[in-house]
């Protein structure tokens, strides 16, 4: 069964300063990867999608996967307070019939001081 | 962005009564999607549905769970009778398609706590 973890659980940074966070799965099969943002009380909001080994860059987040260590990271660039939330990994698998099943790591709270 | 509408965003109920969280998804896609998530723990996959069918359910879907898209109204997840280990916020989510590629679109969650 897949098992996603995020580290670390929390994180301060100061604004503007580089925010790295970090996912690790269990499943070498697994394809499928999103990072998500929930600020509190509201819902989730996906902030970048990658599918294949290496990075992409949506705005000031940059995913960064290498599966053959069973990561994939979250850079965030220049962070401003309003991006204190909850990041959350998101793994699913082609062989689960690509319907989507995502297995969810338990988050990490960013906490951006300005 | 698109966006995913849950109602009611709170609900307080007896242990045994049922209850119907509703999702109104978004208005093109296809693919619904019901998770879980228990106050301090990871969210956790219950059920997709597709063409008035579910396709995939975990074992947290128990059989006092259903869900059903009577003509293209509200995505609803029933429970009855609830139990105390039910209480968890829960999350609807829709997506066009199914597969590689694609983003699933969640709500803000309904919050059920159940006495």
């Known amino acids: 069964q897949q098992k996603v973890q995020q580290s670390p659980e929390s994180l301060t940074v100061s604004e503007g300063a580089m925010a790295s966070l970090n996912c690790t799965f269990s499943?070498?099969?697994?394809?499928?990867f999103r990072w998500y943002r929930q600020h509190s009380g509201k819902g989730l909001e996906v902030l970048v999608s990658?599918?294949?080994?290496g990075e992409k860059e949506e705005g000031s987040f940059t995913a960064h996967l290498n599966r053959a260590s069973l990561h994939v990271f979250l850079h965030i660039r220049e962070p401003q307070p309003s991006d204190s939330a909850l990041y959350l990994c998101?793994?699913?698998?082609?062989?689960?019939?690509?319907?989507?099943?995502?297995?969810f790591g338990q988050g990490t709270v960013l906490s951006v001081i300005p | 962005g698109p966006k995913v509408l849950q109602i009611p965003s709170h609900q307080i109920i007896d242990m045994g009564q049922m209850v119907t969280l509703n999702c109104d998804p978004v208005?093109?896609?296809?693919?619904f999607y019901w998770y879980k998530q228990i106050l301090g723990q990871q969210m956790e996959f219950l059920v997709n549905?597709?063409?008035?069918?579910?396709?995939?359910k975990s074992k947290l879907f128990k059989d006092q769970f259903s869900v059903e898209r009577p003509d293209g109204s509200y995505f609803t997840l029933k429970i009855q009778p609830t139990a105390l280990e039910d209480s968890a916020v829960y999350f609807c989510?829709?997506?066009?398609?199914?597969?590689?590629?694609?983003?699933?679109?969640f709500g803000e969650g309904s919050r059920l706590i159940v006495v």
């Open positions: 549905f597709y063409n008035g069918k579910v396709m995939e």
């Open positions: 208005s093109n896609h296809l693919y």
């Open positions: 990658i599918f294949s080994d």
């Open positions: 499943d070498r099969s697994s394809d499928n």
């Open positions: 998101a793994v699913s698998m082609r062989a689960t019939g690509g319907n989507n099943k995502l297995t």
């Open positions: 989510a829709s997506s066009l398609v199914v597969g590689p590629g694609n983003t699933l679109y």
